[in-house]
């Protein structure tokens, strides 16, 4: 499974971060470090789901 | 409603804890920056500058600290003393790098799937509670018997203490918010003294359940808090802290958040309905619920840097109260704020805050809110409003002395 984040979607709510800091990063302003195409490993998929759902703006998705 | 400028806006009085949102509405019109002579700080009230200031380093976190080294200064070593030393070492008053490192250390414990495997023990806890409701009849108080005890309960079901320990939990929690929150008239003048006393037994309390831990790890939350993290882990004091922060911040708000969610739903049947004929909506319309009548009303920040919002300058020493639940009644970012829509989407909005501090159990509170709604529209049919609630007056919290209901 791979994810993605939109940076201008993107509005640093952190609700991502709190599912699962390491497979959701932020950077020091709080915006998500997910970046354009993120590997999510093996085992995390359920954890990645929950993540994306997470985020009121939809800024967040899953490649495939 | 106007503001005029001069004007310095009291949110603790009898009508604006009533009828809040006339007031924020006022100041998002006409001074989105208002300071308030009542608070001796900076109302912020658009959701733009509040989302803004989440992010504005000129805004600290490490806003306990100061208070404490001012009464050490003065002499004050008193009970107030050791419960804001307790207080300095919470994640949730430091900025980075202290609150990086114990937020790392914490999240291990607050991850999405360890949350999502508590639904069973949740849903048994508000269904226990719920039990004794359904047997009553006549008008009943659904914050005593449901709302309030359940938080409770949660927690320290989650951190593995016994059953018969669950009532000392509530004392001590109400103990912290008295501190924490602050409250007016007689409560005020031994406040600290209450709060300290109620403090010492708790801290002996969780060290005591952090050795029993120690020895018998289980999958409880407190032992996935003594978890190491890369080669760090946290203190024996610091997960005493952390008990003690977990109780506080997860029990009135998410009581208040269950409570002002009800009454939401019965000042609102169509939406009620709405939600009784498609359960499967209560993600979504928990959400709104916590947009339209959150549990907190204002988050404080400290000032460390001049800044300048809106034109405002705002300088370092100065107090900034960021009010959530006006940001998430700004028709710059919500169509209709005033009108609830449990089916809202997207619905961002910032009752849990926003960034590196956003609520680190937003996820618990959402499902016991979740279970907890879902529960109170399925058992309890005819659920009516038995009388008009009444609000503290306090300006962080939103939240009703007593939601009293008949069901049928």
């Not at chain 2, 509405?25 to 001074?31: F, G």
């Not at chain 2, 005890?149 to 000392?168: K, N, Q, S």
């Not at chain 2, 600290?192 to 109620?198: F, Q, S, Y």
Request: charged share 25%; hydrophobic share 40%; with cysteine.
């Amino acid at each position: 499974m791979r994810i993605s984040v939109d940076p201008e979607v993107c509005e640093a709510h952190g609700q991502c971060s709190i599912v699962d800091m390491d497979l959701f990063p932020l950077d020091d302003d709080g915006y998500s470090a997910v970046g354009p195409d993120r590997e999510v490993p093996e085992g995390e998929e359920d954890a990645a789901k929950l993540g994306v759902d997470a985020c009121p703006v939809r800024a967040l998705r899953i490649l495939s | 409603m106007t503001v005029p400028r001069t004007d310095s806006v009291d949110l603790t009085t009898p009508a604006a804890s009533a009828d809040p949102f006339a007031v924020f509405r006022a100041l998002r019109e006409s001074d989105p920056v208002h300071w308030s002579k009542a608070h001796r700080a900076w109302l912020i009230t658009r959701y733009d500058d509040v989302s803004a200031a989440f992010q504005n380093k000129a805004f600290s976190n490490d806003r306990v600290r100061p208070v404490l080294e001012r009464k050490r200064q003065a002499g004050a070593e008193s009970a107030a003393t050791g419960v804001l030393g307790l207080m300095t070492g919470w994640m949730v008053v430091n900025d980075p790098p202290v609150h990086t490192r114990l937020r790392k250390l914490a999240a291990g414990a607050f991850k999405g799937q360890r949350i999502a495997a508590m639904d069973a023990m949740i849903t048994g806890i508000v269904d226990a509670h719920l039990d004794a409701f359904v047997r009553g009849s006549g008008p009943q108080d659904l914050i005593s018997e449901v709302a309030y005890p359940l938080p409770a309960t949660v927690i320290a079901t989650m951190l593995g203490a016994p059953p018969e320990d669950r009532d000392r939990f509530r004392e001590w929690s109400d103990e912290l918010a008295l501190v924490a929150f602050g409250t007016g008239g007689a409560a005020r003048a031994d406040r600290h003294e209450r709060a300290l006393r109620g403090l010492r037994e708790m801290e002996s309390y969780f060290h005591t359940l952090i050795e029993k831990r120690r020895t018998e790890p289980g999958e409880d939350m407190l032992s996935a808090l003594m978890a190491e993290e890369g080669d760090d882990r946290l203190t024996d004091d610091e997960l005493v802290g952390m008990c003690a922060l977990l109780l506080f911040a997860g029990h009135e708000t998410t009581t208040n958040s269950i409570a002002n969610a009800v009454l939401a739903l019965l000042r609102h049947p169509d939406q009620l309905d709405r939600l009784r004929r498609d359960p499967a909506l209560i993600g979504p319309a928990v959400e709104e619920l916590l947009r339209f009548d959150g549990p907190i009303k204002v988050l404080n920040r400290w000032v460390v840097a001049e800044t300048e919002v809106r034109g405002r300058t705002i300088r370092p020493g100065e107090r900034v109260h960021l009010v959530l639940a006006s940001a998430n009644r700004d028709p710059e970012k919500f169509a209709g704020p005033d009108t609830l829509d449990l089916g809202r989407s997207p619905n961002p909005h910032v009752a849990f805050g926003k960034g590196i501090h956003a609520c680190i159990g937003a996820q618990l509170a959402r499902m016991e809110t979740r279970i907890a709604v879902a529960r109170i529209v399925e058992r309890l049919p005819g659920l009516a409003l038995a009388e008009e609630p009444a609000w503290k007056d306090v300006l962080a919290s939103r939240s009703m002395e007593k939601l009293v209901v008949t069901h049928t």
